[in-house]
């Protein structure tokens, strides 16, 4: 049907171009073919409700397809439910001047003085055949009015239909919506856009290329009226360039981990005049696009070169980072609607994503254990030995004890571990006299039951990391850096939970630094063989090759692949 739809009648006097040619026959109304057989089929049957809800996003046609249906049921010459637009009648209702449609914006007219002169007006005759009542933004009338309003709507005169406009549905009294028959508006698709601009651009003998029409289908994100007022904006500017911020610094900042750069970019768009709240809902959208772009490519509306760019972007971001990016941006969308300084929530919200390290969420950390996997070298450096740290306790002690380093139990299959600063974190209250673990008992388990009923993010650190050595309840695990130490406290609660559900019995944690696990790259060691016999209804042990793990990356190829060495 989009393919044939006549272009809108323009209309004389007016200069914008969503209302020289705004729709004013059924044929002409794009986008919305469900509304459009429900409405003309009711009028060509004579099977017309006395009271429509049309709900559905701004500029979708909602007020235009009201004033189509008034036309239609009072054109002198109708043909097939639709109206002529050309009768005397027709003519009324486009310029407004009609007593057969009554138009009043609940918004600005919301009380209930305004619903009672309505309904008392609505039993006078008119000279059409049938008085329409259009309500604009209903959902915005006030309790009252709503009351007022609803005995007529309930058991109207015979000759009046009722036609209620609103964004909101759910805002409109259930009263109200049971009595009207709903028909929902959808957003446009961006090919019928796209074919409404270049209709309106050969019917109004425009001089605009196909990029700047692109750009208008882009910025009108479904609505008609947005999409041509975006090209009236456009073609009054003569750049598609001002008309949206230029975010490709702030991606580039992104993509390079510049805190600095993104600063720089977002100082540079406020000087341009840019709102913190429209940068931040535009670099949403086009980063939506980024997504989308990498996810299903068919459902983004991106097109030509700004695809092209898009799918650029999304290629150096990746979609873990993709996702972040959007989540946190739309947390600082939401944090600016109360906060004084609406810039610095959207400045933290980007440093955030260029510094993980500054952000304590799961995904920041998986971030910052990633960046450590494939830069070894700058995890070894980033852990040298510092002064002892104080003592981590858990929330609430009263008491702190001073740090101390656990010398690994001698062991012929792992190396000494250098001497650097261990943090104890009390897994559960201290041991009961007498209880004693056997050390490759405790690194099985820990392994194969204790690592798998962790969250995803404290698995990543603990695979990464060695047990060392078992000293009464004092479990001695080496990590690769100090960062990944002064992690330990975002995972202690699951670690406590899982070690207290496999051990049954308290244990006590020592984090200690040993900068030569991130340099080490052969393949894992063999492991002692376990002295602990099995339970009768447990399987027999497999013969493993280690139960060492070195990291991540090491753990899933080990597991993907059995039996494979890195090289």
Not at 15 to 33: H, I, K, M, V
Request: with cysteine; net charge negative.
């Amino acid at each position: 049907m989009a393919a044939a739809t006549p272009t809108p009648t323009s209309i004389d006097g007016v200069t914008s171009l969503y209302r020289r040619f705004r729709p004013g026959r059924f044929a002409e109304l794009r986008g919305q073919d469900h509304v459009v057989r429900a409405l003309q089929g009711a009028v060509k049957n004579d099977r017309v409700s006395h009271a429509y809800m049309f709900s559905g996003p701004r500029g979708t046609g909602k007020t235009t397809a009201a004033r189509i249906l008034a036309k239609a049921l009072n054109c002198e010459h109708p043909l097939d439910g639709d109206a002529c637009n050309k009768c005397a009648s027709c003519a009324a209702i486009t310029k407004g001047s009609s007593l057969d449609v009554i138009e009043l914006d609940a918004a600005s007219n919301n009380g209930v003085d305004d619903i009672r002169e309505i309904t008392v007006g609505a039993w006078h005759g008119t000279p059409g055949r049938w008085k329409v009542y259009i309500f604009d933004e209903v959902h915005q009338l006030s309790k009252a009015a709503s009351a007022a309003l609803l005995k007529t709507l309930e058991e109207p005169p015979q000759h009046v239909v009722f036609v209620l406009a609103t964004t909101d549905p759910h805002k409109v009294p259930p009263t109200i919506r049971s009595r009207t028959q709903h028909l929902e508006f959808r957003l446009i698709g961006g090919d019928t856009l796209n074919s409404l601009l270049h209709d309106v651009r050969g019917a109004a003998g425009l001089d605009v290329d196909e990029a700047t029409i692109d750009a208008a289908v882009r910025l009108g994100r479904g609505s008609a009226r947005d999409a041509l007022s975006a090209l009236d904006q456009l073609i009054a500017t003569g750049s598609i360039v001002e008309a949206q911020p230029a975010f490709d610094g702030l991606f580039h900042a992104l993509v390079h981990a510049d805190a600095v750069e993104a600063l720089q970019s977002l100082a540079e768009l406020t000087r341009e005049g840019w709102d913190p709240e429209q940068l931040a809902e535009s670099f949403a959208a086009e980063v939506r696009q980024v997504f989308l772009l990498q996810v299903a490519p068919e459902v983004a509306d991106a097109v030509d070169a700004d695809r092209e760019r898009l799918v650029a972007w999304g290629s150096q971001l990746g979609l873990p980072r993709s996702v972040r990016i959007l989540e946190t941006v739309g947390r600082a969308m939401r944090e600016m609607k109360s906060a004084p300084e609406k810039i610095v929530m959207l400045e933290v919200g980007i440093v955030r994503l260029v510094r993980p390290d500054l952000d304590s969420s799961y995904e920041a950390l998986d971030e910052r254990l990633t960046r450590l996997e494939r830069d070894p070298a700058k995890a070894t450096a980033a852990a040298v030995p510092t002064p002892p740290a104080p003592v981590l306790r858990p929330i609430g002690s009263t008491t702190t004890t001073p740090s101390a380093v656990v010398e690994s139990a001698p062991e012929p299959v792992l190396e000494a571990v250098p001497e650097a600063p261990a943090t104890v974190v009390d897994v559960a209250a201290p041991p009961a006299e007498g209880s004693e673990f056997d050390l490759d008992d405790v690194r099985e388990r820990f392994v194969q039951r204790v690592i798998p009923r962790t969250s995803r993010s404290a698995q990543l650190l603990l695979k990464a990391a060695q047990l060392r050595s078992l000293d009464g309840s004092r479990l001695t695990i080496a990590l690769a850096s100090e960062e990944m130490r002064q992690n330990t406290e975002l995972i202690a609660q699951g670690l406590r939970s899982a070690m207290e559900h496999e051990f049954k019995s308290p244990l006590q944690i020592v984090w200690t630094v040993d900068p030569a696990l991130a340099a080490q790259t052969s393949a894992p060691s063999q492991r002692a063989p376990s002295t602990r016999r099995p339970a009768p209804d447990e399987p027999a042990p497999t013969e493993e090759t280690s139960i060492v793990v070195d990291s991540a990356a090491g753990h899933l190829i080990t597991t993907i692949f059995p039996g494979a060495e890195e090289i």
